[in-house]
């Protein structure tokens, strides 16, 4: 797909965004999104995608996390500086979905441990999984610091009805050259799940 797109003009983009971007600067960190519109691809008919790929460099430097744990894992979280609940904290919420709906609404990830992930749907019910927040598993002598660094490079493509699609490839603290490498990795990608002919 690459061949498709000249790297001079899509550099030249690149600058132009960063430029504005010191020049009215804002009081957050601006996400740089890649849209794409499809032709010639029917999507009553041809597949419906829902993906993910680990870019080269982080697009979501400011996640929140959260971390379901025992007490090695909390240890663990707050020497990341890390937000983190215990079991007793969960089951205090009491079942109660507008307390976890908020607590879900806090945290853009949360990371569960093996022994307590099995027994979330128990605790806390259905409200975090419906929120599309269920917990990523913290594996025993998992490194959460790889973890998080994973999610904050981590980007998903959904075709849904509609043939346009919208996703984060960088921010403006990136420079140049990582936000070409982002945007060559996710549009190869998206070309990589479309049906042969696409346009």
Do not use: H
């Not at 025992?70 to 089951?91: H, P, R, T």
């Not at 919208?166 to 921010?171: E, R, S, T």
């Amino acid at each position: 797909v690459m061949s498709k797109i000249s790297r001079d003009a899509l550099a030249k983009s690149i600058e132009e965004v960063l430029d504005q971007s010191k020049e009215k600067q804002r009081k957050f960190v601006e996400t740089i999104e890649l849209q794409i519109g499809l032709k010639n691809y029917d999507p009553t008919r041809d597949k419906r995608f829902k993906a993910s790929i680990v870019l080269k460099n982080p697009c979501k430097p400011n996640f929140r996390f959260c971390v379901l744990g025992n007490q090695s894992d909390c240890d663990k979280a707050k020497a990341l500086g890390i937000d983190c609940k215990n079991v007793e904290e969960l089951k205090a919420f009491n079942k109660n979905k507008k307390l976890i709906k908020k607590m879900a609404q806090q945290y853009d990830v949360f990371f569960a441990s093996e022994s307590l992930i099995r027994t979330i749907p128990r605790i806390l019910g259905p409200t975090l999984n419906r929120a599309q927040k269920f917990p990523l598993l913290l594996a025993p002598g998992g490194d959460l610091k790889d973890l998080m660094d994973i999610q904050r490079k981590t980007v998903k493509l959904q075709l849904k009805k509609v043939l346009c699609l919208g996703v984060a490839v960088g921010n403006v603290t990136l420079n140049e050259d990582e936000l070409v490498q982002n945007i060559f990795m996710t549009a190869n990608f998206l070309v990589s799940l479309l049906k042969k002919n696409w346009q």
